[in-house]
């Protein structure tokens, strides 16, 4: 099987993601949970730079006559969801920033004012 040079090139760049996100795994600047959707679109990119009979079949599927369209169109799927699943996770982290902050400030009132205490009975709450 003759490799041409845009597969070639499109099969490097998989394997490079790859070792890049295992080497942002092993850094600990990525978690797993993450690592494993990059892992999944580079080993997805390099069969299908190996099979471009692959890429054919995917856009006759789709109803889509110039196959390399169907490649973007997986693409900018592909980047929709991973947007829509961040905003979900910021919407969440956001929220979860905003309670804490509540919390503290709630903590840090609580210290600035006397406790009463059970013995004098002095104080307030």
């Not at 490799?3 to 797993?32: G, P």
């Not at 080993?43 to 471009?52: H, N, T, Y």
């Not at 079949?57 to 699943?85: D, K, S």
């Amino acid at each position: 099987m003759v490799i041409a040079r845009t597969h070639f090139f499109a099969l490097a760049v998989s394997v490079i993601l790859v070792l890049f996100a295992l080497e942002l795994i092993r850094r600990r600047r990525l978690q797993e949970r993450y690592a494993l959707l990059w892992l999944l679109v580079a080993v997805s990119s390099g069969v299908l730079a190996l099979s471009p009979k692959a890429i054919d079949g995917l856009a006759r599927l789709a109803g889509i006559y110039y196959p390399p369209a169907a490649l973007f169109l997986l693409a900018i799927l592909f980047l929709i969801v991973v947007m829509v699943h961040f905003s979900v996770v910021i919407s969440s982290l956001s929220e979860q920033n905003k309670k804490l902050a509540q919390e503290i400030a709630i903590l840090r009132e609580r210290g600035q004012r006397p406790v009463r205490s059970e013995e004098s009975g002095v104080g307030e709450l």
